[in-house]
T-cell receptor, first 110, second 115 residues
Framework: RKEVEQDPGPFNVPEGATVAFNCTYS??????FFWYRQDCRKEPKLLMS???SGNEDGRFTAQLNRASQYISLLIRDSKLSDSATYLC???????????FGTGTRLKVLA | GAGVSQSPSNKVTEKGKDVELRCDPI?????LYWYRQSLGQGLEFLIY????????KSGLPSDRFSAERTGGSVSTLTIQRTQQEDSAVYLC?????????????FGPGTRLTVL
């Protein structure tokens, strides 16, 4: 089993739609969680960290479920510019290694 | 301010040649990571540097791969006797402090093609 698993998609959604991705992780000792965005042929860029209580940044909401060992990303009112691959990243407490999922591809259609 | 820079942005080489990839991290960042990303794949950890500590080389796929970090700043990833399977994007990232939840900032990557 992979340490971090994501549905590769693609998720094809119309503009204005709400879309959600999940990411599961296998190490229950994981402590830090992130969502990164990667555009085609570009480097990953931090979208948001995921906090235990859940957090929101504009149209983006991230949630953490430790009991079921998954994190989620909800995008409301999708824009064409949201089209990208979304990478789930997990890190343990006493480790410097960031474990990346293979990403979920989102296409927002006009 | 300046972000992580990498050079070259693209490198095409012939099988069997050596290549050197360079990473210039954000000033003051003590942690530096090298990753490899093959087409349609996730990021594969290669090597990690933290300050003056011994690097973690556990992700290097073979002894043809090596890396160094001079003066706690610039890092060079060297691939000797390149093979076609080495073709990938090589990404460098740096962070302020490791061992915490510090954000990694990525460079634009070097796209390596081995013919």
């Amino acid at each position: 089993r992979k340490e971090v698993e994501q549905d590769p998609g693609p998720f094809n959604v119309p503009e204005g739609a709400t879309v959600a991705f999940n990411c599961t992780y296998s190490n229950s000792a994981s402590q830090s969680f992130f969502w990164y965005r990667q555009d085609c042929r570009k480097e990953p860029k931090l979208l948001m960290s995921v906090y235990s209580s859940g957090n929101e940044d504009g149209r983006f909401t991230a949630q953490l479920n430790r009991a079921s060992q998954y994190i989620s990303l909800l995008i409301r009112d999708s824009k064409l510019s949201d089209s990208a691959t979304y990478l789930c990243v997990v890190k343990g407490r006493r480790t410097y290694k960031y474990i990346f999922g293979t990403g979920t591809r989102l296409k927002v259609l006009a | 301010g300046a972000g992580v820079s990498q050079s070259p942005s693209n490198k095409v080489t012939e099988k069997g040649k050596d290549v050197e990839l360079r990473c210039d991290p954000i000033s003051g960042h003590t942690a530096l990571y090298w990753y490899r990303q093959s087409l349609g794949q996730g990021l594969e950890f290669l090597i990690y540097f933290q300050g003056n500590s011994a690097p973690d080389k556990s992700g290097l796929p073979s002894d043809r791969f090596s890396a160094e970090r001079t003066g706690g700043s610039v890092s060079t990833l060297t691939i000797q006797r390149t093979q076609q399977e080495d073709s990938a994007v090589y990404l460098c990232a740096s962070s302020l402090v490791s061992g915490t939840a510090d954000t990694q900032y990525f460079g634009p990557g070097t796209r390596l093609t081995v013919l």
